[in-house]
């Protein structure tokens, strides 16, 4: 099992976070850092409103990074369970 960092781009919304964290705690995956801010500064994620086809808002949207100790099978499965979460707009690796 290797530390992998997982980055996280979510609406800004009540709970959406607490979603997120449940998914964790529900399949028993540890969570060794999490850092949440929201994005001011949406440039950053043009190529995700291209992909989507939406226009972000300051505030709107927040970038969450969790570090967590998986394997590479046990990381795929937990990205697909994340991006299947209501409020994410993009999870991967971060690289």
């Known amino acids: 099992m290797n ?3 997982i980055l996280i781009i979510l609406e800004n919304k009540p709970g959406a976070l607490a979603r997120i964290v449940g998914l ?3 399949r028993g995956y540890n ?6 801010d ?3 500064d949406t440039s950053e994620f043009s190529w995700l409103e291209n992909d989507l086809n939406i226009q972000l808002k300051p505030n709107e949207v927040s970038k969450m990074t969790i570090s967590t100790k998986v394997s590479d099978a046990l990381q795929t499965q937990i ?3 994340i991006n299947k979460l209501i409020d994410v707009l993009y999870a991967d690796e971060k690289k």
């Open 38 to 40: 929201a994005v001011e």
């Open 31 to 36: 969570i060794l850092s999490l850092h949440v």
């Open 3 to 5: 530390k992998k960092n």
């Open 79 to 81: 990205l697909r369970q």
């Open 24 to 26: 964790f705690h529900q």
